[in-house]
């Protein structure tokens, strides 16, 4: 069962929000995170808004992961709560695979 982050901000220049998103990738992989995926909302009511999705394998990898990420200086460093205020956040588990 894999469990994701997903986060809504809104506002920034893509190319901080890349750059941004890079060091935030970086502490996120150290951290055990399977996947780190940054998308911007192209339509609809979100239209503009970045989103990013990070990925863990089970719910003790997600836990794992937020005590080493909380702990790690990069994290700070990679914030854009400063300039890009948040306007959503789910974690989403997955019930079964489908196929």
Same mark, same amino acid.
């Given at each position: +069962?894999?469990? $994701?982050?997903?986060?809504?901000?809104?506002?920034?220049?893509?190319?901080?929000?890349?750059?941004?998103?890079?060091?935030?990738?970086? @502490?996120?992989?150290?951290?055990?995170?399977?996947?780190? +995926?940054?998308?911007? @909302?192209?339509?609809?009511?979100?239209?503009?808004? $970045? @989103?990013?999705?990070?990925?863990?394998?089970?719910?003790?990898?997600?836990?794992?992961? +937020?005590?080493?990420?909380?702990?790690?200086?990069?994290?700070?460093?990679?914030?854009?709560?400063?300039? +890009?205020?948040?306007?959503?956040?789910? @974690?989403?588990?997955?019930?079964?695979?489908?196929?």
């Amino acid at each position: +069962m894999t469990v $994701s982050v997903v986060t809504y901000r809104k506002g920034g220049a893509p190319d901080a929000i890349a750059a941004a998103a890079r060091k935030g990738k970086a @502490v996120w992989d150290r951290s055990g995170a399977q996947n780190f +995926m940054l998308s911007f @909302v192209a339509a609809g009511p979100d239209a503009g808004q $970045s @989103v990013v999705l990070i990925t863990f394998a089970n719910w003790e990898a997600f836990g794992k992961a +937020m005590e080493v990420a909380s702990a790690d200086p990069g994290l700070a460093a990679s914030s854009w709560r400063r300039w +890009m205020p948040l306007s959503g956040i789910s @974690v989403l588990f997955s019930a079964a695979t489908l196929g």
